[in-house]
């Protein structure tokens, strides 16, 4: 089993900064892609970030220039600096992982979720 722990959420004011983590544990042989997805009341999930073990990112066209996404292979832990935060940044942020485990089964994994609201 693989475990994803989010932290960092929270409530920032319109132009302000925030930084997300995320730590995977559990049973991990490779996390092939971290990244972070997001969910905003009454909307679909959306990818807002990923990462590559090599290191190539993929962002969302509305956080791009604003949100970087970053990993430390070494702690199997993901990041999300979003800095220039708008009113329409305000979801719930789900870490994702896509992880083969050391028995060498693949499987998407995600965690339970972090609020961040920006509002004045």
């Known amino acids: 089993q693989v475990q994803l722990v989010e932290s960092g959420g929270g409530l920032v004011q319109p132009g302000g900064s925030l930084r997300l983590s995320c730590a995977a544990s559990?049973?991990?042989?490779?996390?092939?892609?971290m990244g972070w997805y997001r969910q905003a009341p009454g909307k679909q999930r959306e990818l807002v970030a990923t990462?590559?073990?090599?290191?190539?990112?993929n962002y969302a066209d509305s956080v791009k220039g604003r949100f970087t996404c970053s990993r430390d292979n070494a702690r199997n832990t993901v990041y999300l600096q979003m800095n220039s935060l708008k009113p329409e940044d305000t979801a719930v942020y789900y870490c994702?992982?896509?992880?083969?485990?050391?028995?060498?089964?693949?499987?998407?994994?995600w965690g339970q979720g972090t609020q961040v609201t920006v509002s004045s």
């Open positions: 559990g049973s991990i042989f490779v996390i092939y892609i």
């Open positions: 994702y992982a896509y992880v083969k485990t050391v028995s060498r089964v693949t499987f998407d994994s």
């Open positions: 990462i590559t073990d090599g290191g190539s990112k």
